[in-house]
């Protein structure tokens, strides 16, 4: 069928419209649009926006979409639109009549409107009910987050989707390429061709298949065979495409259609206790998990970011994708096709169970099957695709559903294996694990501790870590005490790198970027199965990019949490190059932590690695040899290094000779940006690019600290799609103007046409936000010229007296000094106007010290507990005769009739994800005032029931001979 964007010319409103003649003539509550939307970024986060902490506490809500289409006759052909990704409950009328609805915003839906339109101008609509929330665990945006198509086609056309090639190779170059095509007719037909051409990456015409079909009404299929003889493999290294034109055209010439196909041969071997092979060579799945977002785009992602992820994770040594936990857009596959990334390819979170209020199990039942089968038939073309995976830690794992499941994608596709994550190390998991394919495991539940056995009992199944590591990390921050989630589950344990924490500033809830902080096990060690099991294909890391939502329950203001390799804004992590080292061949170096840590004290022992893949690596400090280090089969290298200002190098050697080197400056007081543009092309005159900004000292050095606050003034040509900085707690909206740097970087993804002149510019107030005795103060301004090139001139006034300036105020020409707490505000002119105003202030003093005594691997000696204190305890508990009251402070008092004791203090570690482990419910202790401890622990997680350990009768002075204290309420 012929296919054309249908993207343009749409508008919005949040505002519900009730009667179809508001939804006609509204001329005031619609708004211009350019699709693909997400309604989420454009609103602020908010504590109480129903999405809550899982959906990053994003706005939803209602919405209607609406565009105009003027036909100066009714069609005679069939049309059809396309849409490929609606969130959520959408319904599509046209011309004032429902023609359908869907409710799994993740799923592409084809929607014949021929007999809908007429003559003169249409109402295309589209409604969303995005009042349900939240329906996922995680971030899912709201609108018409993917591309739309019309689609047009003759009395006889090819079904969309309606063409599955299925390439096997067989040996000496030849293959053998079976092509099932359904023809779609509404009349019968006899002697109609049926073409199909193969052609090469360059349009060369490989192989042709011709014959002559008799078509019924309805829907026709036929099963044609074709070969390749020379034939080019796909692979992750060189990812070959051919081209499949399928054509049907009557005898007369009245009707014809024709459909394109990019297609990729490749075999896929699994085989026992060997592993995964692609194309006859031994591959791991050097793979991570990946959610839907974009970041500061939210759910609507422009293909040339996607393009930059992909290629940014190639890079990483990345050579696979799983697709958490829903089906994505359709550029992203065929941007995988291109670049060669193989994809797991995943249909479900949950199945008939919703984990959150509104989640896929309310649906389950009139949903599932058509959901799978749209999901299959869309993607089976794709050669990244590997695997399917059909769902992931679902509740109560029923394997009657797994064999249902797997039973519609065979019928659907019998070339690819199944595979699914599974958390758990119960029965149920076992039973379901041993019915897939390739069984799964999810390191969260505990799963990576049983491969072994589990290969016991199954010696001929292959496994893969579908969700393994669970570690965290965020950019430029380190601590060198190790940080485990959960208190009470089973670890790989990470030895503390000193003694004592040397570090103490920034957040509560960021993490060490040491490869130190984790749930189950880190990086390095989860890494070490996957080498040492030969039956364990590979490892899909959570995550690859940081993401929006998810964010812990009760660390507000947070919109994210630190899972990803790469934050939300593009910035790689240490983990980036740790995987580098691993993963890839080429060589490369890296040196953590930073160099500059302004409150350490001197001759401090700093736990100083470095990741490489090379054979020796020799580490100075300010031109001192601290000794070489050979590689071996170690992840890192660790030297323990005195603390002093200055220099520290890293020399990488590989038989002898030197290879790379790599070093940090220490950076003081923040004086300028550098401000660079990534133009990342797309297929169109209309491009995207990401404005990143580095603080740097007036020596050029780049300031790991640095967190100023910038403003953008673009040309009128540009429209802003989002900034960023990578900071889970930065809750500025993503369509923020304004944005602080974090930890030296920061960003604005823009989008321009290439034919007219654009320049960006970004403005910054520079200084050091909390300050011992003096800063200076420096404002930059830097601009880019993304096409054409002219002159921008500024003037820049400012005060310090937390006055609005003005022209009158004091202009700025040069850096000043300040020696008390200020707020600096400035206005900045162009062409005598007021383009922008920026302020931000500067604090005399230091931060309070950030001290984490919950997380530690080993217990601290407190007089009280330092928590968690879960809200799942908050609150009065009853006992016969008794009331025991649990405060957001830790104090537990005992209420009987009027008198009130307190009779200790309390913490409780409830599962921070508890879907993980769902017949696990934390554990705690109350610790008495007579000194002794007592073990508490919920009956389950629906927290009704709470169980006070009594059994040595630490509870004495309180109640008598009662081995077990049962809590309600």
């Known amino acids: 069928m012929k296919k054309i964007n249908f993207n343009d010319n749409w508008e919005y409103t949040n505002i519900d419209v009730e009667t179809n003649k508001d939804l006609v003539q509204s001329m005031t509550v619609f708004k211009p649009v350019e699709l693909p939307h997400d309604y989420t970024i454009e609103n602020v986060f908010d504590k109480s926006n129903l999405s809550s902490h899982q959906g990053g506490y994003v706005r939803t809500g209602t919405l209607w979409y609406r565009k105009y289409m003027k036909l100066e006759k009714v069609p005679d052909n069939q049309t059809f639109l396309l849409f490929e990704g609606v969130y959520s409950n959408s319904t599509i009328y046209v011309n004032g009549e429902k023609v359908y609805s869907r409710e799994y915003g993740y799923s592409s839906l084809c929607v014949n409107i021929s007999d809908y339109l007429k003559q003169g101008v249409n109402l295309i609509a589209v409604y969303l009910d995005g009042s349900k929330e939240p329906s996922t665990r995680w971030f899912n945006g709201q609108g018409i987050t993917r591309n739309v198509w019309i689609m047009s086609g003759d009395n006889i056309y090819i079904k969309n989707d309606g063409v599955f090639i299925k390439p096997k190779y067989v040996e000496d170059g030849k293959s053998v390429i079976p092509v099932l095509t359904t023809v779609v007719s509404l009349q019968e037909e006899k002697n109609v061709s049926l073409e199909i051409d193969i052609q090469d990456i360059d349009g060369n015409l490989v192989e042709r298949f011709e014959t002559k079909v008799d078509l019924n009404i309805g829907e026709n299929n036929f099963n044609n065979i074709l070969d390749i003889k020379d034939t080019k493999l796909w692979s992750c290294n060189s990812p070959y495409l051919y081209k499949c034109i399928v054509s049907v055209e009557t005898d007369n010439q009245s009707h014809k259609d024709s459909v394109e196909i990019n297609f990729g041969v490749r075999s896929l071997e699994f085989k026992p206790n060997q592993g995964f092979f692609l194309n006859g060579i031994h591959t791991y799945f050097k793979g991570v998990c990946l959610h839907h977002d974009g970041g500061c785009v939210g759910a609507a992602v422009p293909k040339s970011l996607w393009k ?119 029965k149920a998991s076992d039973d379901n694990r041993a019915l897939l394919d390739v069984a799964g495991y999810n390191d969260g539940g505990g799963a990576c501790f049983i491969y072994e056995q589990d290969h016991e009992k199954r010696p001929d199944q292959l496994f893969v870590a579908t969700e393994a590591p669970h570690s965290f990390q965020t950019r430029g921050f380190y601590r060198t005490k190790t940080w485990w989630r959960d208190k009470n589950q089973p670890r790989m344990e990470i030895e503390n790198l000193t003694e004592e924490e040397i570090f103490f500033d920034q957040n509560f809830h960021y993490n060490s970027s040491y490869d130190n902080a984790g749930v189950r096990t880190c990086a390095r060690d989860s890494w070490a199965l996957v080498e040492k099991l030969p039956y364990l294909c590979g490892e899909f890391r959570w995550t690859g990019f940081d993401y929006v939502g998810e964010a812990f329950p009760h660390a507000w203001p947070s919109k994210s949490h630190n899972f990803g390799v790469i934050d939300t804004a593009n910035f790689p992590k240490d983990h980036f190059y740790l995987y580098q080292s691993m993963w890839k061949e080429e060589k490369i170096l890296h040196i953590l932590p930073h160099w500059t840590h302004r409150y350490l004290e001197k001759s401090t022992k700093v736990p100083v690695w470095v990741y490489t893949n090379l054979e020796e690596v020799e580490l100075f400090l300010n031109d001192n040899s601290l000794g070489k280090k050979t590689k071996g089969t170690l992840k890192n290298l660790e030297w323990l290094v005195p603390y002093e200002e200055g220099t520290i190098l890293a020399k990488g050697y590989e038989n002898g000779n030197l290879v790379i080197e790599e070093k940090f400056n220490t950076a003081y007081t923040p004086n300028n940006i550098q401000l660079t543009a990534e133009i990342l092309p797309e297929d169109t005159k209309i491009n995207v690019a990401q404005l990143t900004f580095e603080v740097k000292d007036k020596s050029g050095n780049f300031v790991s600290y640095a967190n100023n606050i910038t403003g953008l003034y673009l040309s009128p040509n540009i429209k802003l799609l989002g900034s960023d900085n990578g900071a889970i707690d930065d809750m500025s909206p993503f369509k923020s103007m304004h944005r602080r ?61 937390c006055t609005i300036p003005n022209r009158k105020s004091n202009k700025y020409t ?78 537990v008092v005992r209420k009987l009739g009027i008198i009130d004791t307190c009779i200790g203090y309390w913490w409780y570690d ?36 709470l169980i006070i350990d009594n059994s040595q009768n630490a509870m004495g002075n309180i109640v008598v001979n009662i081995k077990e204290i049962v809590l309600t309420r």
Not at 821 to 840: G, P, Q, R
């Open 308 to 426: 930059k992820r992909i290629l940014m994770l190639k890079e990483m040594g990345c050579n696979s994708i799983r697709t958490s936990h829903n089906p994505f857009n359709p550029e992203f596959y065929d941007l995988c096709d291109e670049l060669g990334m193989m994809v797991v390819d995943e249909a479900f979170d949950g199945w008939e169970i919703p984990k959150v209020k509104y989640g896929y199990g309310t649906i389950w039942d009139k949903c599932h099957v058509q959901d799978l089968s749209d999901l299959i038939i869309r993607d089976r073309n794709h050669p990244s695709v590997v695997m399917w995976s059909i769902g992931n830690e679902v509740l109560q794992m029923s394997t009657e559903i797994t064999k249902e499941l797997m039973a519609i994608i065979r019928n659907l596709d019998d070339t690819r294996k199944i595979t699914a994550g599974v958390q758990q190390t119960s």
């Open 741 to 801: 740097a974090f930890n030296g970087l920061g960003m604005y993804l823009i989008k321009f046409n290439e034919d007219e002149v654009n320049f960006a510019t970004v403005v910054s107030i520079l200084g050091d936000n909390y300050f011992d005795e003096v800063t200076s103060i420096s404002i930059d301004v830097k601009s880019v010229y993304l096409t054409g090139n002219v002159k921008n001139e500024y003037e820049i006034f400012y005060t310090t007296d």
């Open 814 to 891: 040069s850096q000043f000094s300040i020696n008390e707490t200020t707020e600096v505000k400035i206005a900045v002119y162009k062409d005598n106007v007021e383009i922008m105003t920026l302020s931000d202030i500067f604090i005399k003093g230091r931060p309070e010290p950030v001290v984490d005594l919950i997380h530690l691997n080993h217990e601290v000696e407190m007089e009280i507990p330092a928590g968690p204190f879960s809200d799942k305890i908050i609150g009065e508990w009853e006992n016969v005769g008794s009331k025991y009251i649990f405060h957001k402070d830790g104090k």
């Open 910 to 945: 409830f599962p921070t994800d508890f879907l993980e482990t769902p017949d696990y419910a934390g554990i705690g202790e109350i610790w008495l005032s007579s000194g002794n401890k007592v073990n508490i622990k919920l009956e389950d997680q629906k927290a009704k029931k």
